[in-house]
């Protein structure tokens, strides 16, 4: 089965810009949640969809969003970026129940 | 303070050695826990996943659980240079919002 696989793996964006990360889960897997990697504040949650809905969501500004599709694909957007956006974002795919999830590579973003 | 607290290491130890790595938490709420392992620019990969207090047994990785005094540890077993790593601990209570640690650096060396 193939795994959790994430587009694009590398982004360098400049302040200002907006950028799109998009996440293809496990088959069968209907719940995606996002993740930032930072150096200084480790794994932080994100967001998580289940079913094209946004079932839980961490404590991140409204310049970060997602959506999920009709075939459990995730798409996140960052808006106006900023320097401290500059990250390793995790996209994780998981079954309806239970908190195991599995990880893709992650999009390293470097905002200049 | 963080919710998750984790030693960052790194933690140097000769293949062949049995290697404790270890996260302690303060929500009393979390009941689910995850070992993750974590290769330098890779995703985290799910290593162990137990459910409550306990322990847990896969091959040479051993998962406890102590939700009394809050404190979870993974055993890995005749180390390997392949072992080394970031190893991720995470947490949750009912949802899939995961909690992580800050990561302890593994080494293991020849």
């Known amino acids: 089965k193939a795994g959790v696989t994430q587009t694009p793996r590398y982004l360098i964006k400049t302040r200002g810009q907006q950028v799109t990360l998009s996440c293809s889960p496990i088959?069968?897997?209907?719940?995606v949640s996002w993740y930032q990697q930072t150096p200084g504040q480790g794994l932080q949650f994100l967001f998580e969809?289940?079913?094209?809905?946004?079932?839980n969501k961490g404590n991140f500004p409204g310049r970060f969003s997602g959506r999920q599709f009709s075939n459990s694909r995730s798409e996140m957007n960052v808006s106006t970026l900023e320097l401290g956006d500059s990250a390793l974002y995790l996209c994780?795919?998981?079954?309806?129940?239970?908190?195991?999830?599995?990880f893709g590579p992650g999009t390293r973003l470097t905002v200049l | 303070q963080k919710e998750v607290e984790q030693d960052p290491g790194p933690l140097s130890v000769p293949e062949g050695a049995i290697v404790s790595l270890n996260c302690t938490y303060s929500?009393?709420?979390?009941?689910?826990f995850m070992w993750y392992r974590q290769y330098s620019r890779k995703g985290p990969e799910l290593l162990m996943y137990?459910?409550?207090?306990g322990n847990k047994e896969d091959g040479r990785f051993t998962a406890q659980v102590d939700k009394s005094s809050k404190y979870i540890s993974l055993f890995i077993r005749d180390s390997q240079p392949s072992d080394s790593a970031t190893y991720l601990c995470?947490?949750?209570?009912?949802?899939?919002?995961?909690?992580f640690g800050g990561g302890t650096r593994l080494m293991v060396k020849p």
């Open positions: 088959s069968g897997h209907r719940s």
């Open positions: 137990t459910y409550s207090s």
């Open positions: 929500n009393s709420a979390f009941q689910y």
């Open positions: 969809y289940f079913s094209e809905t946004q079932r």
């Open positions: 995470a947490m949750a209570n009912a949802g899939n919002m995961l909690t």
């Open positions: 994780a795919s998981s079954l309806e129940q239970g908190p195991q999830q599995f």
